[in-house]
């Protein structure tokens, strides 16, 4: 039989922030109300068990109903001799006498336990627990001085008390049952270790799993403020939602630590990103700052985890907790090919009950006010990744199936497990970049990016509000910036700076170091119009030359990707031209005009410089995995060295009179990579080349087979095509990379073209239209190379 208490959606919250329900005589610390009270109760647990069948009778006659003839109303046996408070062990005896008088109803204790004389040793026990837990509960109620949290604890109490009487199980009855919110928080950052670090190399997406691992057991043994004590830190916050969940918490899985008669489930287990929302912030900051004053405390072996990579870690998380179009949120976000979902437990599972690995989670007095939308780094992305939709992409540690290894290969195209292999020889750089500070082929950012990781400089975006109650330390920012841009922007007048950087309709993405602006972007976006003007663009003249500039801009950059709009547009004067240039930014402008015409402001003097963002790019650590595709270029050309260095005999094959061989039958060319292709004349001339390459590409769209390959495939109409072909091509995509002038040379050029009849073979079947039209129209493309010269007949 089951007992249940009703927990309405409402109800009031329960304990205090920072802290547990303490055991009976404890406090309500961390060490002696968490670890101390559950050890307390379960020895206690023991000790009754093991007591004779006698006093295990006489502990649950005092809550059982009286059984006697007559409809007794008593509820529970009472002693006529009640032991003093707190009782002496001295003086304590193991003799019960069942024919004891209850001093309430005068009924013997044998008539209040007559039900109990068939039950097994097991369910006593069970039973006996229960007590045990409703004494503990009792002793919170009194000591409780939170009328709200003692009106919760009271009914928990009342629930177990029943469970008694009716020999029941105690169950809490609710409007929803666990789990609240799916994903869970557990799936969620699984699919977060997913999304963003599946291209690591094995040993290094260990130590992201490890990461996550302490970041999911902070969370279940981490004490939530009051819904009371919220209001006060954040008043516009959701009050109602907040209070039901605190309330699911602390039932479903904080007080059933101790009472463990109730059900007990992990917090991230059952909750979703709401909860997660609601506590991020205070838990990153307070987890952060322990971290610091504690540093001394940590074991060497975890040190550099901790401080340099935990703050990374959750930097980049708080940006996926937060953005409204993540897609770690979404169920299906592990849908594969075959329809599965890849269970969580395969990637991160906290401890089922363990404590903290490497913090205790007593509160650190930080400021905790909400200091406007951070943008950290949005994602690392593999330096192998050609197709950024989630799902579709393979890891790139993992071996290559059968299928892959039968694929026709496109001319040129390095083998995935020759990558793979080289990959595990190399060093990640960005793991040792004190390195390469001083090398002349660092990085601009390499400098900034590692104090970063480090928690030395923080990047926040930042504006004011007319709306919401002004945040002091965000207009003490909004001044400082103020400040930055006048002095290093002397021409500009001061007043103009000053309404710009407080108008709401603009933003700033600030530069903070030791608590204090040095450098920052403001700008304005304009997303019915796809572009975003960049209007003051400073670092304070002290803090120079480091690498800020670029990797404020590359946060911009990153921070626009994911808002979607793709395009920059900034008036530089002669000074800043050169910076802009290094940023990406060019004098050919890719809006169109009747779109920012009237939109952005015109200065005399200035140069107006756009730039367009590719979304697949990682911006702020796109010089890392530059610099990784580097090594591995590095480390081919030397197996490749290697394998060349071999010495071949010579030929003596003229000795006996042959005067000339064909240059395949030389010993070892072929290992240097040569191959035998028809011949042609390279058109040195750029322009004569464009004009050729123009008219065959021309003649190619023209021609009747050519309608499948005209633009790129799409998802909806070739499923699971993007799994399949890794370097998707089209006509339209060669189009476009004519008049951008990318073709150089006619075996770029070739080489795109052949790429999509390989394509088309590959994906669609022999008998098919698509692989039919692919012939002809190879034919038809050889044929027009063939008569412009590009190749011999």
């Known amino acids: 039989m089951a007992d249940s208490a009703v927990i309405q959606q409402g109800s009031p919250a329960i304990g205090a922030a920072g802290s547990v329900p303490a055991a009976p005589g404890a406090g309500g610390t961390e060490g002696s109300g968490a670890a101390g009270g559950s050890a ?96 503990y509960l009792y002793t919170c109620v009194h000591k409780e001085e939170d009328a709200d949290t003692k009106q919760v604890y009271f009914s928990l109490f009342k629930l177990l008390r029943k469970s008694i009487l009716q020999m029941g199980k105690p169950m809490l009855e609710a409007q929803e049952s666990p789990p ?20 690591l190399p094995s040993k290094e997406r260990q130590t992201i799993v490890e990461l996550a691992k302490m970041f999911l057991n902070q969370i279940n043994y981490w004490q939530l403020e009051t819904p009371s004590q919220r209001r006060l830190r954040v008043p516009n ?80 998380l708080e940006e996926e907790v937060y953005s409204h179009s993540s897609p770690i949120w979404s169920q299906d976000f592990l849908a594969g090919a075959s329809g599965g979902q890849i269970p969580i437990h395969t990637v991160i599972a906290a401890p089922p009950v363990a404590r903290p690995l490497y913090y205790s989670t007593s509160p650190v007095s930080v400021d905790t006010s909400n200091c406007g939308s951070v943008s950290p780094a949005r994602k690392a992305a593999s330096v192998l990744e050609s197709n950024p939709v989630v799902g579709e992409k393979r890891k790139a540690s993992e071996p290559l199936s059968h ?45 900034a990016r590692i104090e970063e990781r480090r928690g030395v400089i923080e990047f926040h975006v930042i504006g004011n509000s007319l ?73 304070t003249s002290n803090e120079q030359v480091k690498g800020y500039g670029t990797h404020l801009m590359n946060h911009l950059k990153e921070y626009h990707i994911k808002h979607e709009i793709l395009n920059f547009l900034t008036y530089a004067d002669e000074y800043a031209i050169g910076y802009f240039k290094k940023q990406g930014f060019s004098k050919d402008i890719k809006v169109s005009k009747a779109k920012y015409v009237g939109y952005i402001k015109d200065y005399e003097g200035a140069t107006l410089m756009g730039c367009e963002l590719n979304p697949s790019i990682p911006y702020t650590e796109f010089s890392v995995i530059i610099k990784k595709q580097k090594e591995i270029i590095k480390k081919l050309i030397e197996r490749k060295q290697a394998q060349i260095r071999k010495v071949y005999p010579g030929l003596s094959c003229f000795k006996e009179g042959v005067r000339q061989i064909p240059i395949e039958c ?109 012939n002809l129209l190879e034919k038809f493309f050889y044929t027009k190379i063939k008569e412009a010269g590009l190749i011999e007949k």
Not at 239 to 248: I, S
Not at 403 to 429: A, F, Q, Y
Not at 510 to 535: A, H, N, W, Y
Request: hydrophobic content about 30%; overall charge positive.
């Open 237 to 316: 916050d959701d009050a109602a939602g907040y209070k039901a969940n605190y309330t699911r918490w602390l039932c479903y899985c904080n007080v059933p630590q101790f009472c463990d008669s109730l059900p007990r489930y992990e917090t991230t287990q059952i909750f979703g990103r709401t909860l997660l929302r609601s506590v991020f912030t205070v838990m990153r900051k307070q987890l952060l700052e322990q971290a610091r004053q504690e540093k001394d405390k940590l074991p060497p072996e975890k040190r550099t985890l901790i401080l340099t990579h935990f703050p990374k870690f959750l930097s980049m």
């Open 180 to 199: 609240f919110e799916k994903p869970s928080i557990e799936q969620g950052v699984n699919n977060f270790v997913q999304y963003k670090f599946s291209h």
């Open 467 to 539: 709306n919401q109650k002004p945040n002091k330390r965000i207009l003490m920012w909004l001044v400082g910036l103020q400040n930055v841009f006048s002095h290093q922007l002397p021409r500009m007048p001061k007043e103009y700076i000053t309404r710009l950087v407080f108008d709401p309709k603009h933003k700033t993405l600030s530069l903070i170091k030791d608590g204090r602006v040095i450098g920052g972007i403001c700008f304005r976006m304009f997303p019915s119009q796809g572009f975003t003007e960049i209007v003051f663009c400073a670092v």
């Open 403 to 447: 299928e892959e290894n039968k694929r026709p290969r496109v001319v040129g195209d390095i083998p995935m497990e020759l990558i793979n292999e080289v990959m595990s020889t190399i060093t990640d750089p960005a793991a040792i970049p004190e390195t390469n500070l001083l090398s002349a082929h660092s990085a601009r950012d390499e400098a």
């Open 666 to 774: 030389i010993p070892g060319i072929r290992e240097t990579g040569w191959k035998p292709v028809g011949k042609g004349k390279e058109m040195k001339d750029p322009d004569q080349l464009y004009s050729t390459l123009k008219t065959i590409l021309q003649h190619v769209k023209s021609h009747q087979n050519a309608w499948p390959f005209m633009e790129p495939v799409k998802k909806t109409e070739a499923p699971g095509y993007y799994q399949e072909i890794r370097f998707p091509m089209d006509l339209k995509t060669m189009s476009e990379r004519l008049k951008s002038r990318y073709y150089t040379t006619r075996k770029l050029f070739m080489a795109d073209m052949q790429r999509i009849f390989t394509n088309c073979r590959e994906y669609n079947l022999p008998e098919s239209e698509y692989y039919k039209c692919a």
């Open 40 to 135: 307390r109760i379960a020895v206690k647990k023991a000790q009754l068990r093991s007591s004779p069948r006698p006093k295990k009778l006489e502990k649950l006659g005092v809550y059982s109903s009286c059984k006697a003839e007559g409809a007794c109303k008593c509820n529970g046996w009472k002693s006529q001799n009640p032991p003093p408070t707190p009782p002496r062990t001295d003086q304590q005896s193991n003799t019960v006498n069942l024919q004891e008088p209850c001093r309430s109803c005068s009924h013997t204790l044998g008539d209040h336990v007559t039900h109990l004389e068939n039950v097994s040793e097991e369910e006593m026990n069970r039973l006996l627990g229960i007590v045990l837990d409703v004494e």
